[in-house]
T-cell receptor, first 110, second 114 residues
Framework: DAKTTQPTSMDCAEGRAANLPCNHS???????VYWYRQIHSQGPQYIIH???NNETNEMASLIITEDRKSSTLILPHATLRDTAVYYC???????????FGKGTRLHILP | EPEVTQTPSHQVTQMGQEVILRCVPI?????FYWYRQILGQKVEFLVS????????KSEIFDDQFSVERPDGSNFTLKIRSTKLEDSAMYFC????????????FGSGTQLSVL
């Protein structure tokens, strides 16, 4: 029962900003938006999360629309090492697990 | 940066055999998890563990599976009688707490059941 919708794959040129969209139109008020990524053959890696405000850390920025029905993960200067599957996850407050969908396969092109 | 350690990185076993996958979570973390990923498929939640008991499990986590924290540092996943369909990458994860804490994942154990 998918709570998020993401494109299957995307390409981005090295050095450019990668903008990964996610739709979560049925999100509830107590649900957070999380982003993880999985580089080939590695375990998932946390990137960022937010509730309603935009967030930024050393890895990425998260832009959440005012109605919270969609969000965009921004990798400001993509490198080849950012090639990975990116997962947008909606997680209820207080839920200790996270549930992965199929994600977006991002290819960074040299 | 502290990390979750999993051993072995690869495990090959015969169908019907028991296997134990081992994990050392980050030392001050209180919540522990097992996930699996069948080749080409999404990462699936198996079980979460807190305060020496299972807090939640998925439909995949049937009677063939068990988890244990035997000595305060290790966290293990046992599969009693492996089946061909248990072949997958198994990821251990830990988090500091349950309320919106991020999960840290290990690099996985690739289990091959022959």
């Amino acid at each position: 029962d998918a709570k998020t919708t993401q494109p299957t794959s995307m390409d981005c040129a090295e050095g450019r900003a990668a903008n990964l969209p996610c739709n979560h139109s049925t999100i509830s008020g107590n649900e957070y938006v999380y982003w993880y990524r999985q580089i080939h053959s590695q375990g998932p890696q946390y990137i960022i999360h937010g509730l309603k405000n935009n967030e930024t850390n050393e890895m990425a920025s998260l832009i959440i629309t005012e109605d919270r029905k969609s969000s965009t993960l921004i990798l400001p200067h993509a490198t080849l090492r950012d090639t990975a599957v990116y997962y947008c996850i909606v997680r209820p407050w207080g839920d200790d697990k996270i549930i992965f969908g199929k994600g977006t396969r991002l290819h960074i092109l040299p | 940066e502290p990390e979750v350690t999993q051993t072995p990185s690869h495990q090959v076993t015969q169908m019907g055999q028991e296997v134990i996958l081992r994990c050392v979570p980050i030392s001050n973390h209180l919540y522990f998890y097992w996930y699996r990923q069948i080749l080409g498929q999404k990462v699936e939640f198996l079980v979460s563990f807190y305060n020496n008991e299972i807090s939640e499990k998925s439909e995949i986590f049937d009677d063939q599976f068990s988890v244990e924290r035997p000595d305060g540092s290790n966290f293990t996943l046992k599969i009693r009688s492996t089946k061909l369909e248990d072949s997958a990458m198994y990821f251990c994860a830990s988090s500091e707490g349950s309320i919106n804490e991020k999960l840290f994942f290990g690099s996985g154990t690739q289990l091959s059941v022959l």
